[in-house]
């Protein structure tokens, strides 16, 4: 390959895993800010966000107005209306210890010619809020959103009981005869003993509910002191937050020139007259020195506070100077976050116990002494799996180290051997599955241990899900609340039970919608009619949906099509050697050995042969004849729209796949044609500059009709 290939090919890895990141950022980004359920902990969220940050560097061609990276994390809920900001309301860039802290110090004294006086103020981990006051008196509130647009939430904070109705004005700080509103800035969280009663609460609620006693949807609970302050104020009903204990901290207003003051310090105190509550903890610094020992202080008392602090903010204390060194799309560059390390205590590991996850995965987990930390008892961590038990070196008897990474998920940083009993002996993976006693399996290169029946209770909601989902056996009518209905109901367990189910069984399913006296509605026979139909009609599907839907590790949808290609129907495939099957491109030794391995299991037999005896065909198409396909050996890539055809590009791509050939994501030399449909973008222009030759959707639709190339 040569030098420009080599160079064309890792830009095209970088801009793919620059995509991914985006993607995966704004799913967490929007779960954090919108739906007040983080999906991952804020070490790992900086994390992908550094990456980003440094693959967007590295290659400029792929910036994007966009992008996380350049955009203010948040966004606005439909359930509330929209405010626009009077200024943007920017996010803050994070120094993760005090090498990155003294370098954006120094970055910023060099842009200044002289090192400034700096305001240190706590960073309270809560939900930004802008509060607007017209004449003094106040009007609106609203969330931060995406920085230009928030949430209109001023039912809500009339409940918020330390945000003044009215500014007690004192002084000439405000400029005289200005008649604009104020918008005044700061943070809403809730104190940890109210965020502890709240969760203590849902849990007696919950338990109550779970025992029959009480009917209704169970309680939520929060993750966090954070997460629950966003929650709270983010209601459809202010009486639910009434009843919550927000409190505030203001630190900032939209418009310095609204005011006849020239710093941050004496702003945080003008506040404070004006009736809002200020935190306390706020110094001037004029060293590095001095920036430390403060963020070293505010770190050893925040167990004590009643409040969550995740560092402390650092801010250029002169507003001109602060005018000067300006900002970026995202965040200030007179103001750094110096994040804390997270919190760590020690306590008692009691037992490692053995979790079966919806996917067969077996994961360790940490039994602990309950111990608190960041605002929450921990009695339970993820030990992620063996290698890690391992690598670790904990034992059952340690005293060990705890964390929660990012103040969200606890975390086990290892044993104190010191106190290490002298009994204590290495832990070792279950042989047999905790959830149905199956035979636990580690395929090579993997480090996870998983349970591989289709029996295993442990995994049966998200098994039976699969199995009718549009990916595998596409039952249409059959979603997931009815499938949770027919396993609670004791009606399904397995594959084959959903083909014994009649259409009397079906219309009786309770559903979640109630009539007026509060009882759940069933299904009903016209539903009940489709359901059945659909269950009956997924019996004639190709056997490449069947081996799709059994989950087999490793074999997803297009290895399921590749083994359907090659062996006619499912028995043929269960009778196949590893070295039959690691022959099949795309496959190989490990997953040929992971599919033998899942039809030595019992439980898997019975499952199939109660399938095939209830009428489910498990044959193929194509009748194992993979080598005559027309297709074979060409690869395809699909671009643009498909607007003619009357196909999505999946569907394109499945037809193809079904006449033999390889279809990718990505252009290259050994592409064998490139399908354009309108708007089609970069590809296009790639297979173009390669030498690809280039279909359109007529050229598309006459492969699939007459199973051959068009002529050229």
Not at 100 to 126: A, N, T
Not at 375 to 401: C, F, M, P, Q
Not at 481 to 498: H, P, Q, Y
Request: proline share 4%; net charge negative.
């Amino acid at each position: 390959m040569t030098s420009n290939a080599l160079l064309a090919e890792e830009k095209n890895i970088a801009h793919t895993r620059i995509l991914d990141l985006r993607k995966e950022i704004k799913k967490a980004s929007d779960a954090y800010y919108i739906s007040d359920a983080p999906l991952m902990s804020d070490a790992v969220y900086d994390s992908l966000m550094r990456e980003l940050i440094a693959l967007e560097n590295a290659y400029p061609e792929f910036a994007d107005a966009n992008s996380p990276s350049v955009t203010v994390g948040g966004g606005v809920s439909s359930q509330f209306e929209e405010v626009k900001h009077e200024s943007k309301m920017y996010s803050l860039d994070n120094a993760m210890n005090f090498e990155e802290l003294d370098s954006w110090v120094h970055k910023v004294e060099d842009e200044l010619g002289v090192f400034p006086e700096f305001c240190l103020e706590l960073k309270i981990d809560g939900l930004s809020i802008a509060l607007t006051f017209d004449e003094n008196k106040f009007v609106r509130a609203a969330t931060r959103g995406d920085g230009v647009v928030g949430e209109d939430v001023t039912e809500n904070v009339l409940f918020v009981q330390d945000v003044p109705r009215e500014l007690s004005i004192q002084g000439a700080a405000k400029v005289e005869n200005s008649k604009k509103p104020l918008e005044l800035r700061g943070e809403t969280y809730m104190p940890k003993s109210s965020f502890s009663a709240l969760n203590k609460e849902a849990e007696r609620i919950n338990g109550e509910i779970s025992c029959g006693h009480l009917k209704g949807k169970k309680e939520k609970l929060f993750a966090n002191p954070r997460n629950a302050a966003a929650g709270s104020l983010r209601q459809k009903n202010p009486l639910v937050t009434r009843d919550r204990n927000l409190k505030t901290f203001m630190y900032s207003i939209a418009s310095q020139d609204d005011v006849a003051i020239t710093n941050q310090f004496d702003l945080l105190k003008w506040l404070a007259n004006c009736g809002f509550h200020v935190n306390p903890d706020v110094t001037l610094a004029n060293s590095i020195d001095e920036i430390h020992d403060f963020c070293k202080a505010c770190l050893e008392k925040r167990d004590v506070l009643e409040y969550d602090i995740d560092g402390v903010v650092v801010k250029v204390n002169d507003f001109s100077l602060q005018e000067k060194l300006g900002f970026t799309s995202r965040a200030p560059k007179w103001a750094i976050a110096y994040k804390f390390p997270p919190e760590e205590k020690t306590t008692l590991l009691k037992d490692i116990t053995v979790q079966v996850g919806r996917t067969g995965v077996l994961t360790p987990v940490a039994e602990l002494e309950p111990v608190t930390i960041a605002g929450s008892v921990v009695s339970r961590a993820t030990l992620h799996n063996e290698d890690e038990v391992v690598r670790k070196d904990v034992r059952i008897g340690d005293t060990v180290v705890v964390h929660k990474a990012g103040d969200v998920i606890p975390e086990v940083v290892g044993p104190i051997l010191e106190l290490r009993p002298k009994d204590a002996k290495p832990w070792e993976m279950a042989k047999k599955c905790p959830a149905c006693g199956s035979t636990v399996v580690r395929i090579d290169g993997e480090v996870a241990h998983r349970c591989i029946s289709l029996e295993c209770p442990a995994q049966r909601l998200e098994k039976l899900k699969f199995w009718a989902s549009r990916e595998a056996m596409d039952i249409e009518s059959l979603g997931s609340e009815n499938i949770s209905t027919l396993i609670d109901e004791g009606r399904v367990s397995d594959f084959a039970d959903f083909y014994t189910l009649t259409v009397d069984e079906i219309k009786t399913l309770k559903t979640q919608r109630t009539n007026k006296d509060g009882e759940p509605v069933p299904v009903g026979e016209k539903n009940a009619i489709k359901i059945f139909e659909s269950i009956q009609k997924s019996k004639f599907n190709n056997l490449d949906r069947v081996i799709n839907g059994l989950g087999i590790p490793g074999i997803g949808k297009n290895l399921a099509r590749d083994l359907s290609l090659h062996f006619s129907d499912m028995k043929e495939l269960m009778n196949a050697s590893p070295e039959d099957l690691a022959k099949i491109d795309g496959l190989g030794a490990i997953l040929a050995k992971g599919v033998v391995d899942f039809f030595k299991i019992p439980q898997n037999l019975n499952v199939i042969d109660r399938l095939m005896e209830l009428g489910v065909l498990m044959k193929s198409n194509s009748g194992g004849t993979a080598d005559n396909l027309p297709l074979k050996s060409l690869t395809f890539v699909l671009t643009g729209t498909m607007v003619n055809s009357g196909m999505s590009r999946d569907e394109a791509s499945d037809e193809l796949r079904n006449l033999g050939a390889k279809v990718t994501s990505s252009v290259s030399k050994n592409t064998s044609f490139v399908v354009a449909g309108e708007n089609a973008g970069s590809k296009r222009e790639k297979a173009v500059a390669l030498g690809v030759p280039i279909l359109n959707e007529q050229d598309l639709v006459y492969i699939l009709e007459n199973r051959a190339l068009p002529a050229r």
